[in-house]
């Protein structure tokens, strides 16, 4: 069986251990020993084929991986953000076909043990844990990417439950997913008062749980795309969809807060992943450049190559720093949110730098599936697209610093 070994030197991974406490390395290690145990040739069939893989991701569940940073109440593991993240990492550098559907099921969990009634949390967070459900988060349409206000999905109250009408799109999970945080705007009077101010374009916009099987709920075309593939990406259909009241999740009118509220740890986890690619991208050079070496197929060029190489294991550190400040402040119970939009976009953009090196310095070898490095450079491109464009992170960052 080929493996996906990582293979960055081994003093490295020395020094990097010595940051984490004994309880956080624990969690890398279960993510290691969890990558372990695929093949390579699973995971680059899951990229090739467009194949979500459940089973992984239930396996990934039943070791606590599933809801790793949330209280035990529910079901949770109890771990802090770092663990998180470290977990994040290290799937990300060897690709584990999980990676981003893990990401975005917690992102998912976040909003109900912060917004939901004690039914909602009973309902979804203990089969979340386990792996039992599986959750997509439902935001962006085919209008409404960055502009979050301009979303068409519409809510109406009928005196007894909630229909829902449009459709979302690009949705990680979609295909494949139980549940999904689905935002949508109530129009008319919802079932209590609405809150927020009627002149803001973003008003009404209220969050909801849908089950996959609820009347009017449709899966929509599946997207074959450049990166991040096996993830059973998506289109969502809303239909009269029925949505009790008891599924909205937080207040109507609160839908921006109740997103918002995850998207700024989801970007954390984001940047984590991102680390992992560029991690990744930058073990795939060193390894080939390695054995170049020793066969001689290069000699003192390696020099020429030498300022390269160093310039992106600094920019793989600097990623790297920033992401673990901004999952401490999470730890904290800041999350600084201008902190999180400089580690996703530091991180994303990282990956996207390193793995592009590494593929002109490879040349045509860097283009071999096992290697990673064209994955990376494939997935990496869509990290600086999702959860916010990097462009839209350095306006929020702007905005922060000018107001
Ligand atoms: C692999 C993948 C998975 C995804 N998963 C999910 C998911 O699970 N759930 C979900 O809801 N969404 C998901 N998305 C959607 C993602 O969040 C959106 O693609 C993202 O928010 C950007 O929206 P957009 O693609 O419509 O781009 P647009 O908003 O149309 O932006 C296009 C370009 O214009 C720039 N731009 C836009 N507005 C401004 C402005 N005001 N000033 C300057 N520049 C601007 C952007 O930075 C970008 O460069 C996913 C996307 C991808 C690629």
Same mark, same amino acid.
């Given at each position: 069986?080929?493996?996906?070994?990582?293979?960055?030197?081994?003093?490295?991974?020395?020094?990097?251990?010595?940051?984490?406490?004994?309880?956080?390395?624990?969690?890398?290690?279960?993510?290691?020993?969890?990558?372990?145990?695929?093949?390579?040739?699973?995971?680059?069939?899951?990229?090739?084929?467009?194949?979500?893989?459940?089973?992984?991701?239930?396996?990934?569940?039943?070791?606590?991986?599933?809801?790793?940073?949330?209280?035990?109440?529910?079901?949770?593991?109890?771990?802090?953000?770092?663990?998180?993240?470290?977990?994040?990492?290290?799937?990300?550098?060897?690709?584990?076909?999980?990676?981003?559907?893990?990401?975005?099921?917690?992102?998912?969990?976040?909003?109900?043990?912060?917004?939901?009634?004690?039914?909602?949390?009973?309902?979804?967070?203990?089969?979340?844990?386990?792996?039992?459900?599986?959750?997509?988060?439902?935001?962006?349409?085919?209008?409404?990417?960055?502009?979050?206000?301009?979303?068409?999905?519409?809510?109406?109250?009928?005196?007894?439950?909630?229909?829902?009408?449009?459709?979302?799109?690009?949705?990680?999970?979609?295909?494949?997913?139980?549940?999904?945080?689905?935002?949508?705007?109530?129009?008319?009077?919802?079932?209590?008062?609405?809150?927020?101010?009627?002149?803001?374009?973003?008003?009404?916009?209220?969050?909801?749980?849908?089950?996959?099987?609820?009347?009017?709920?449709?899966?929509?075309?599946?997207?074959?795309?450049?990166?991040?593939?096996?993830?059973?990406?998506?289109?969502?259909?809303?239909?009269?969809?029925?949505?009790?009241?008891?599924?909205?999740?937080?207040?109507?009118?609160?839908?921006?807060? !109740?997103? *918002?509220?995850?998207? +700024? &740890?989801?970007?954390? %986890?984001? =940047? @984590?992943?991102?680390?992992?690619?560029?991690?990744?991208?930058?073990?795939?050079?060193?390894?080939?450049?390695?054995?170049?070496?020793?066969?001689?197929?290069?000699?003192?060029?390696?020099?020429?190559?030498?300022?390269?190489?160093?310039?992106?294991?600094?920019?793989?550190?600097?990623?790297?720093?920033?992401?673990?400040?901004?999952?401490?402040?999470?730890?904290?119970?800041?999350?600084? !949110?201008? *902190?999180?939009?400089? +580690? &996703?976009?530091?991180? %994303?953009? =990282? @990956?996207?730098?390193?793995?592009?090196?590494?593929?002109?310095?490879?040349?045509?070898?860097?283009?071999?599936?096992?290697?990673?490095?064209?994955?990376?450079?494939?997935?990496?491109?869509?990290?600086?697209?999702?959860?916010?464009?990097?462009?839209?992170?350095?306006?929020?960052?702007?905005?922060?610093?000018?107001?």
């Amino acid at each position: 069986m080929l493996k996906t070994e990582p293979v960055s030197t081994d003093t490295l991974e020395n020094n990097l251990r010595d940051r984490y406490s004994e309880n956080q390395l624990r969690w890398l290690d279960k993510a290691k020993s969890f990558a372990d145990r695929l093949s390579l040739e699973d995971v680059i069939a899951s990229d090739r084929d467009n194949q979500f893989r459940k089973d992984l991701f239930e396996a990934a569940c039943q070791e606590g991986l599933g809801a790793l940073p949330f209280p035990d109440t529910y079901g949770g593991s109890a771990g802090d953000y770092i663990s998180f993240c470290l977990v994040n990492e290290e799937f990300a550098r060897r690709c584990v076909p999980i990676m981003s559907s893990l990401g975005v099921h917690v992102l998912c969990q976040e909003p109900v043990y912060r917004f939901g009634t004690e039914a909602q949390k009973a309902r979804y967070l203990p089969p979340s844990s386990a792996g039992k459900f599986l959750a997509a988060f439902g935001l962006t349409e085919p209008d409404a990417g960055s502009d979050t206000a301009a979303l068409k999905t519409t809510a109406r109250f009928d005196g007894e439950k909630y229909l829902l009408n449009g459709a979302k799109t690009w949705i990680t999970s979609g295909a494949s997913a139980d549940y999904y945080i689905v935002m949508a705007k109530v129009l008319g009077d919802a079932h209590k008062p609405m809150a927020g101010d009627p002149t803001k374009r973003d008003h009404g916009i209220t969050a909801f749980i849908v089950e996959r099987d609820f009347a009017g709920f449709q899966i929509g075309q599946k997207f074959d795309m450049l990166g991040m593939r096996g993830y059973s990406t998506c289109e969502l259909v809303f239909d009269d969809c029925i949505v009790p009241v008891e599924n909205m999740l937080g207040e109507p009118g609160e839908g921006r807060k !109740v997103a *918002l509220s995850s998207l +700024a &740890k989801g970007r954390v %986890t984001i =940047a @984590a992943q991102a680390t992992g690619w560029a991690q990744g991208a930058l073990d795939a050079l060193v390894k080939v450049l390695r054995r170049r070496y020793q066969e001689q197929v290069i000699d003192e060029s390696i020099n020429g190559l030498a300022a390269t190489v160093g310039d992106l294991a600094i920019t793989v550190e600097a990623a790297r720093v920033l992401t673990y400040q901004a999952a401490a402040s999470v730890d904290r119970g800041s999350a600084d !949110v201008t *902190l999180a939009a400089m +580690a &996703k976009t530091t991180a %994303t953009d =990282a @990956a996207m730098k390193v793995s592009t090196e590494a593929l002109s310095i490879l040349g045509v070898e860097g283009l071999e599936p096992e290697l990673l490095v064209e994955r990376i450079f494939r997935d990496a491109k869509a990290g600086q697209i999702y959860e916010g464009t990097n462009q839209i992170q350095r306006m929020l960052i702007a905005r922060a610093l000018l107001k």
